[in-house]
Every structure is written in structure tokens, then in C-alpha cells.
């Protein structure tokens, strides 16, 4: 709890073991993934690089996980637990510190490690159910206060429905982790989907939309710009494009029992966007028919909600022109947008603003995430 407010961190990151898949994977696939390179930094599946990190040679690989960053900064702004090899007690003691109560928890190599378009399926699905059941293994150290987000091997929609079902009914995980980039020639909106959708929409689980800037799939901004500018560029833009997938292209209005949540790319996008999908929408803009039956505002505020960060001074703005039943609050810990704000800020920043109404305040850390991810009172 912090100022008086019960909190669920919608956006929080483990940090895998490095050697979760030798011991997770079963035996006839654990040569196919290993690490190599600088620092042992390169994550090799099939002998290809899932991510282009070997570019990044501050960045090294403990026997407790992937390091975000090797810097004395960020081993000091989490000093309990890099100690203790980021495990799920250091991370309790890190929410305690902050004033979360519950946290949904994302991956770090998990955000590259089975995209890639050309990966065997069966491989994808065992790199998937190895890292789920690690996950909730993590979970169960504190059921009610962990909740956990699945992989699914997306490069076959028939694999990823298995794996859904059996990553939500056996192992109780709550989302799915989805790239909002092109991937195997599919945007969000390919019907090939529509499968996973549909299973989705029927076990409650939601659609976690979510990028990370180091992948080797097609990324707005990466084709112009360094890591600096690409990581400005990417977050918000592909969250855009998935968004007008979801809200535009139909997907929302094909299944309205579906939930999506989109994270870690700020909130001050969405008026705008919204505003400008809707403009189209009305006028039938460029010649294009609209593709639904309602505006995409309708569908984004009827099935999804977004992440704010720590001090986002556009949070109040997006209350004003969206409302407050869509916002979250995410701290990204123990990635890049908590280090410095950890632990006062990284809540209090948003429990402590009143610039924002405290009803406001009370839904985006508590009664909004509870909704998107079906956690309980």
C-alpha cells in the first residue's frame, strides 16, 4: 500500500536464470539454445541470434540472469536484489519497499527469445511451456501477490492456443506476452489469429501488448535510428499501429469479450490517436471504407487500458480527454524506467499527485489493473 492506496504494478519484469532452459527444456531441445558472444550476451537459438544485444557490450550474463545494464548505478539502485540473484523474495521485498501489493510480471529475455520468424514451431512451443512453467514455479512463492504473463509460440496459431490453454488452466498464468511488431508476415489483425483471439477471450486472459527495442523483427524507428532515438521511437509507434489493428481493423469488434492492455509505452499517445483513428473513421478519409461497425474509440474503450509511468505529466491530460477507467500504473522495475525512481517513486509519484483526483488515483493503481488482468478484489 502506499498513501493510503492498495497497488497492482501492471508492468514489472523478472530476470530469467541463465540457465533456465537447460533446465527447463526437455533434454532433445537444450542444445538448440545457449548463449555465446561478448560477455555471453548473444541468446542463440538454433545457432541464430534472437536479439541484435551483442551491439550493447555493457551489458554481461550472470548466473542469475540477464543483467539490464552492468552499471555500478543500476547494481546499486537494486542492491537486495542483485544480491540475491533477483529472486522472487528480493523482488516481494523490493514491492514492499515500493507499496505494491501485486505485481504482473513480464520477461526480459522472454521479450526476444522465441521471436523470430523462421524459428521451428515445435522448438517455439517447448521454449514457451519451459519458460511458463519456470514462470509460475517463480509465482508460487506468493500466489496472491505474483501473477505471471505466458509465452505462446505465435509462429503456429494451432501450438499457441494449445499452450494458452494449458499456460492459463494448469499453471493459472494471467496474460499473454504479444510484440506489437510484424511477425511471420502477420499483423495483430491477421486472421490467423483469430484462433488464439477467440481461446483468449474465453479463459479471461488478456493480450499483453508489449515492446522491447533490441529485436531483430521490423521495428518503427529502427531502420533511421541508433538506440537512443529507437527506443524513443518504438515504444510509442508500434503501440499505435497494434492499437489501430485492435480498435480499426476489426479485431475488437470480431471478439468483444477480448481484453487488451498496452505497456511500457507511456499514455500520451492515446487522445491523440484515438482522436485521429476516429477522424477517418467518420469522414472515410483517403477513400478508404471504415472496417467497423463502431468508431475505434468505442472498441479501445470498451476492451483495453494503458500503462502510465512514474510521473508522466500527461496522465492528468489523458483523464481529461479519455477518462480515468483505462490507466495503470507500471514501473518497468527493474528495467530502465525504475531506475532512479526506485523505490519512492516509482508509485508515489502517481499515489502522491494531486493534480489527479484521489478516485482517479484509486482506480489507475488499483481497481483498473484488477480489471484488465481478472486478479479479485
Known amino acids: 500500500m502506499k498513501d493510503g492506496f492498495k497497488v497492482i ?51 554481461v550474463m550472470e548466473d542469475f540472469g540477464y543483467i539490464f545494464s552492468s552499471s555500478k ?58 519458460y511458463n512453467t519456470w514462470l ?8 496472491k501477490r505474483l501473477n505471471g504473463v505466458m509465452l505462446i509460440p505465435l509462429q503456429d496459431p494451432a501450438r499457441a492456443v494449445e499452450e ?10 494471467v496474460g499473454i506476452f504479444w510484440r506489437p511488431n510484424k511477425f511471420c508476415g502477420r499483423t495483430l489483425a491477421s486472421p490467423d489469429y483469430d484462433p488464439v483471439y477467440e481461446t483468449a477471450a474465453d479463459l479471461g486472459v488478456t493480450v499483453c501488448v508489449h515492446e522491447g527495442a533490441r529485436t531483430i523483427l521490423p521495428q518503427a524507428g529502427s531502420d533511421r535510428y541508433s538506440e537512443f532515438g529507437r527506443h524513443i521511437a518504438c515504444h510509442p509507434l508500434e503501440q499505435m499501429l497494434a492499437c489501430l489493428n485492435f480498435c480499426a481493423d476489426g479485431v475488437l469488434e470480431k471478439f468483444p469479450k477480448l481484453k487488451v492492455a498496452h505497456l511500457e ?3 500520451g499517445w492515446v487522445p491523440f490517436w484515438l482522436e485521429r483513428m476516429d477522424e477517418h473513421w467518420e469522414h472515410e478519409s483517403h477513400g478508404s ?23 508522466e505529466e500527461l496522465a492528468p491530460t489523458f483523464i481529461e480527454h479519455i477518462g480515468d477507467d483505462y490507466l495503470m500504473i507500471a514501473t518497468d522495475y527493474p528495467h530502465s524506467d ?9 508509485v508515489g509519484a502517481i499515489s502522491s499527485n494531486d493534480k489527479i483526483p484521489s478516485e482517479s488515483r484509486r482506480k489507475i493503481l488499483w481497481d483498473n489493473p484488477t480489471k484488465t488482468f481478472g486478479l479479485g478484489a
Open 265 to 267: 509505452s507511456g499514455c
Open 73 to 130: 548505478r543500476w547494481r546499486e539502485c537494486f542492491a537486495d536484489a542483485y544480491a540475491n540473484k533477483f529472486d522472487p523474495a528480493s523482488n516481494l521485498r523490493d514491492m514492499d519497499r515500493e507499496g505494491i501489493d501485486v505485481s504482473v510480471l513480464f520477461p526480459t529475455i522472454g521479450l526476444y527469445i522465441m521471436w523470430r520468424d523462421d524459428m521451428d514451431p515445435e522448438l517455439s512451443a517447448a521454449i514457451c511451456r519451459a
Open 9 to 59: 504494478d501492471a508492468d514489472r519484469h523478472i530476470l530469467e536464470p541463465s540457465d533456465l532452459y537447460q533446465k527447463y527444456l526437455p533434454e532433445k531441445f537444450k542444445g538448440r539454445v545457449r548463449l555465446e558472444g561478448p560477455n555471453q550476451t548473444v541468446r542463440l537459438v538454433d545457432g541464430k541470434p534472437v536479439s541484435d544485444s551483442a551491439q550493447r557490450p555493457d551489458r
Open 289 to 311: 471504407a471504415k472496417l467497423t461497425k463502431e468508431k475505434p474509440s468505442y472498441y479501445f474503450k470498451r476492451q483495453c487500458w494503458v500503462s502510465c509511468e512514474a510521473g
Open 136 to 143: 509460475a514455479d517463480y509465482c508460487d512463492h506468493d500466489r
Open 164 to 173: 494458452l490453454k494449458y499456460a492459463r488452466e494448469k499453471l493459472g498464468l
Open 338 to 346: 525504475a531506475i532512479d525512481k526506485f523505490p519512492d517513486k516509482t
